[in-house]
């Protein structure tokens, strides 16, 4: 995720940048900029990589002043070099702009301003901004009503900082998604993507909110709503060290990472999905109708958690492509003699890209003739160097050991692959475009799973942590959320869990069940609601302990459970990116509550780099 400073005030203003990206290092980055406006107009300094890159460039440039912006940036429009890194400009060089996000109509309007003349030196989305407000300037608009007025114009999810050099001392800076905070300083003022970078100068911080932009210069803040109406908040008081800063406050990694989840599943189907034409893009994806014709089967190859997105991936794909899909463990896969050939699409899923299994897995699908396809998370990882085309998952950095927003990015990423092959395959436009409309729905969904559900969550924690076992049920798409739900509770509790298939429990587990044994089991609406609720009352003709994920007013399964957490209905093949939230939190809850080290549990590395 890209990070964003700007900075006002009497400081030399190169170091409090640089300082400030530094802090702002883990969000993940793979380029970095800065730029400076002093007496010789605005000076811009970009690398690619890491900081130290931009710090030898800025050795020899030996820049000065007291107002500028600086930019960590996470790719996503166009590659990761030092052409497509921010600050970005204008044709004249004075109109200055870093952004976070996705500007979604930057299409139509890089066609509109090369046509009125503007010459475009990125392939970014971001530079259309810096175009959209010199047109205004040119036309007589003051530069902060340029910015009031391109800002309307914007489609998307976007932190923006904006300054214009020949009207310095002033930065706009404006949210609609991701997070932006002022802090306000004495005799200076600072921007950034979070708290970290400000708390070497302030305590006192405005948190933006969406729709919402500030005009900040050395002595004052405004804010303003979407219709330039004044917005009078006063500062919070942020009392947080700097390791608490970079979790935004959340107690562990993985409780962020949890709530992330609503803006990082937008961040994966922004810009890709166009529900007016039904079309899907994927800029990375070189897998056109022609390649997809030729493709007789789809293996996919993952491990852990992204092995169950790949279990979710294989009930999306089968059903919009009708050709088999197989999954394969990274680590059994190349052992197994597995049947590959140039009719073979292999999809490795991993939110490293490091993972020696599956990258093993990949390299003797690619040794074979197969065409080779990754969901991952990083730019430029392994995995992604040697496929022959990538979704990125724009979850950002993930830190947390138990994997919770590369996880429903995958499933995102998968959902927007099966439409596009039903695209491919010249499918109903309709169906579609009513799942593109049930896509756009998941992050509200999430967020409304986060505020109803979380504290509940943490009672049911409480009440079932001491359990020394646990079974996770499902069925259908809902097989690999007990598959992830179990792996969850047992990487960061150490409590023994089990998913299975609800329909097989009979065959074996069913002797387990007795009054001391927690059943998880997810009863959603889909065709096969009838047969799990058969399965549940099994468990409890036993005694079983059931807590069960089900729609929201489902008064069969209130009947039946001991206790309930409900989630909001969607369509069948979007339901695990909603039915895994309750798990993921269910399982932070009872580490929490047995006091185990929930981002770095025993044993487990975040990438597992050997065989
Ligand atoms: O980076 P990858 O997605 O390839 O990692 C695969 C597994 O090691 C990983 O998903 C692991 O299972 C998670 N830590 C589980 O939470």
Redesign the pocket.
């Known amino acids: 995720m890209c990070g964003i400073i700007g900075y006002v005030g009497t400081r030399d203003v190169v170091p409090v940048l640089i300082g400030g990206l530094k802090k702002l290092e883990y969000r993940g980055y793979d380029s970095a900029g800065i730029a400076v406006v002093n007496g010789n107009g605005v000076e811009v300094v970009r690398a690619e990589g890491k900081l130290s890159n931009l710090e030898a460039k800025l050795d020899d440039r030996k820049l000065h002043g007291s107002f500028g912006m600086g930019h960590t940036r996470w790719a996503t429009h166009g590659k990761p070099n030092e052409n497509n890194a921010h600050p970005h400009r204008d044709c004249t060089g004075q109109v200055v702009v870093i952004h976070n996000g996705i500007i979604e109509n930057f299409l139509p309007l890089k066609q509109r301003l090369q046509k009125a003349g503007h010459e475009f030196k990125t392939e970014t989305d971001t530079e259309v901004v810096a175009h959209l407000i010199e047109e205004r300037i040119k036309g007589g608009t003051k530069f902060v009503d340029a910015v009031r007025q391109t800002l309307k114009e914007l489609e998307g999810h976007f932190a923006l900082v904006m300054i214009d050099g020949s009207e310095p001392g002033t930065i706009v800076a404006a949210k609609q998604g991701p997070p932006l905070v002022v802090g306000l300083g004495e005799n200076e003022n600072i921007i950034a993507s979070d708290v970290a970078p400000l708390l070497a100068y302030t305590r006192n911080i405005i948190y933006l909110e969406d729709g919402e932009y500030a005009i900040a210069d050395q002595q004052n803040v405004r804010v303003f709503d979407k219709n330039d109406n004044d917005v009078t908040r006063p500062p919070k008081k942020i009392l947080w060290d700097a390791v608490m800063a970079e979790k935004e406050g959340y107690r562990h990694y993985m409780l962020k990472e949890i709530h992330e989840q609503p803006r990082a599943v937008r961040d994966t189907f922004n810009g890709r999905m166009f529900e007016e034409s039904a079309q899907i893009y994927f800029n990375d994806l070189q897998l056109t109708a022609d390649d997809w014709a030729k493709i007789k089967k789809v293996q996919v190859i ?6 169950h997105a790949g279990l979710v991936g294989k009930f999306l794909l089968e059903d919009a492509a009708r050709i088999p899909i197989e999954v394969d463990y ?1 680590s059994e896969y190349r052992y197994r003699n597995p049947i590959i050939d140039g009719s073979t699409l292999v999809i490795g ?7 020696a299994d ?1 990258i093993a897995g990949m390299q003797e699908a690619k040794r074979q003739g197969a065409k080779l396809i990754t969901i991952c ?1 990083v730019i430029g990882a392994a ?1 992604t160097r040697m496929s022959d085309g990538v979704i990125y998952t724009n979850a950002g950095p993930e830190i947390g ?4 927003k ?2 429903t990015t995958q499933l995102t990423a998968f959902y927007l692959l099966s439409l596009y092959i039903r695209e491919l395959r010249g499918e109903d436009v309709s169906v579609r475009k009513q799942g593109m409309h049930e896509m756009r729905m998941i992050p509200h969904r999430i967020e409304h799973i986060l505020k109803h559900q979380e504290q509940h969550i943490e009672r049911l924690a409480h009440k079932y942590a001491n359990s020394t076992d646990f079974l996770f049920l499902g069925r259908g798409v809902h097989y690999p959320i007990a598959l992830e739900g179990a ?2 509770l047992k ?1 960061i509790s150490y409590i023994h869990a089990e998913g299975y298939p609800a329909g097989e429990m009979k065959h074996g587990p069913i002797a387990l069940i007795d009054e001391n044994l927690p059943v998880v089991a997810i009863a959603t609406k889909t065709p096969v609601y009838d047969k799990v609720v058969s399965n549940l009352q099994e468990v409890k003709a036993r005694d079983g302990k059931l807590i069960v994920i089900c729609d929201e007013g489902d008064e069969e399964i209130a009947k039946l459970a001991d206790d309930v957490i409900e989630i909001p209905h969607t369509i069948e093949p979007l339901q695990p990116i909603l039915s895994v939230v309750p798990t993921q939190l269910l399982a932070y809850y009872i580490a929490l509550r047995l006091g185990k080290d929930v981002d770095q549990p025993r044993n ?1 590395a ?3 780099t050997v065989e």
């Not at 993952?302 to 092995?307: K, L, M, N, V, Y």
């Open positions: 993952a491990c852990g958690t992204s092995w990274g899923v991993t939110q490293s890209g490091e993972t599956t998370n995995a050991v138990a994997s919770t590369a996880f792996l969850k990487e487990l975040k990438s597992v």
